[in-house]
């Protein structure tokens, strides 16, 4: 099966920056989309953003102008660079993707372990 991995999370003063990275391994055909998401605490799980294989993106509003979203196919990694952190951006990040196992087959959805985000005031 797939496995997502994220690295990159850590403790961060209000104003800083960090980048993350998640990478896929296992038998994989093509990943159609990857993306991050975030869970705080008593909060639910949500989209930061995504991004196709193609380079499309999609971004929370919230986030436009402070995180950016980028890809390596080649890797199977996607990148998120976060600039201007807050406080609210503390949560946990983890990394989703959809993929395909085999040519023309089903997609199929993978989670990663998660990575904590810690914004310090």
């Known amino acids: 099966q797939v496995q997502l991995v994220e690295s990159g999370g850590g403790l961060v003063q209000a104003g800083g920056s960090l980048r993350l990275s998640c990478a896929a391994s296992?038998?994989?055909?093509?990943?159609?989309?990857m993306a991050w998401y975030r869970q705080a605490p008593g909060k639910q799980r949500e989209l930061v953003a995504g991004i196709t294989s193609d380079g499309r993106t999609n971004y929370v509003d919230s986030m436009k102008g402070r995180f950016t979203i980028s890809r390596d196919n080649a890797k199977n990694t996607i990148y998120l660079q976060m600039s201007s952190l807050k406080p609210e951006d503390t949560a946990v990040y983890y990394c989703n993707a959809i993929v395909r196992l085999v040519i023309q087959g089903p997609e199929r959805m993978y989670w990663g372990q998660g990575t904590q985000i810690t914004v310090s005031s």
């Open positions: 296992g038998s994989i055909f093509s990943i159609n989309v």
